[in-house]
């Protein structure tokens, strides 16, 4: 590598970024402005890349209200995926269901001893917005709620919901019940990703049980103007109107969440308005790496002795419309000793554009890579400490072309 490479190789690992968060006034010149959203905390996502395009207080605590009914379905999903349940199965509903324990709520209206499918239960939840199909489905799932409850946590926990916690499964104002606009725009991703047949259920316009028909909450469900697709709507006194929406348009989705509007008309409007502003100024793009670059990786003592390496979420990246020609990017690969497993990070991609970081992606690995014997890995004793001597010395010399 040439002096002049290292130094903007070296100018480029300085800069530290999340998502499409501005890092100076040059790249400031890049990004369009966003809308003023009327809403206590909100954010764009696109769910491609994981990236946050633009939001206000996304890490702020907000009562959840009937977006945990997300949680609830995905829960749900995933116990008829894994197989521990099935979507045919008939449910009786106990007294602990029943319609008529939540007066002046949304219910799907079930009664003692009624016979339902868990389908009908879960469309009750994602349409009706039903609280008594939601404990219906608990008790169902896990024999009561608190065993439930601590499924949802603990999938929260695994989806990356690092600011939620739920305590009942419906959304009704709870004091420690919270989430956040990034934490519910993490679990619709994962919802679209790991449960693509459940998540069809969420654009249907109403379900009608027991000769009742209720509609979807989610007005944008029926504006033809914008292809919304999902996903759920929320109303306490505490949380305020609140909507996660998520639509798909030439091939690109986007997730939108608005958390404490002021009405459901409110939550309708800011909801379009981000999205229609996302679709109009960022677009996703995939570029192809060639072998060189994503090439296999020298494992010390390891058996074998290289892996191969991949882009998290296939290497898309969100940008600014008409700022391709500007994008560049460079790959940083870890100095990698055994045991590796699949899928664990191994380096990373930096985005940037006019050497403004943009985004950072995880290179994994493609395969395991086990410790070698000794006998095996003596050659390894003896060059990796040489290694090392010339991996200081190029440190010590990016650092001082760094402060050039």
Known sequence: MTLPSIAKACR?????????????????????????????????????TGQV?????????????SLVKIMTSYVVGQEIRTGHIAANDMVVV???????????????????????????????????????????LAEHVAGHQSAFIEMMNKYAEKVGMQDTYFTNPHGLDSSEQQTTAYDMALLTKALITDLPDMYLLFKEKSFTFGKIKQGNRNALLWDTTINVDGVKTGYTKQAGY?????????????????????????????SKKLLTWGFRFYQDIEPNFSQDQLMPLRVWYGSPSTVEVEVASGGKVTIPRRQRKNVEYSIHYDNLEAPIAQ?????????????????????????????????????????RPINQWFSDQNETLKATVNQT
Do not use: C
Not at 106 to 135: E, H
């Open 343 to 383: 899928g664990q990070e191994v380096g990373k991609v930096v985005w940037y554009i006019q050497d403004e970081i943009i985004a950072e992606q995880p290179l994994l690995s493609k395969g395991a890579v086990e410790e070698a014997p000794w006998y095996k890995s003596m050659f390894d004793v003896v060059w």
């Open 242 to 270: 609140s909507l996660v929406s998520s639509a798909e348009q030439n091939g690109q989705r986007l997730i939108a969440v608005v958390l404490g509007t002021d009405s459901a008309n409110a939550r309708r409007t800011e």
């Open 12 to 48: 480029r690992l300085a800069l530290s970024a999340f998502s499409l968060i501005v890092a100076s006034h040059s790249y400031a010149d890049y990004l369009p402005s966003p809308p003023e959203v009327a809403a206590q905390s909100w954010i764009l996502m696109s769910y491609d």
């Open 94 to 136: 106990s007294e602990n269901a029943w319609g008529k324990k939540f007066p002046g709520s949304s219910k799907m209206f079930l009664n003692v001893g009624d016979q339902v499918t868990v389908d009908d239960l879960n469309r009750g939840v994602i349409i009706s917005s039903g609280n008594d199909a939601t404990v219906a």
């Open 53 to 65: 395009i633009a939001g206000e207080n996304i890490n702020a605590p907000h009562a959840p209200a």
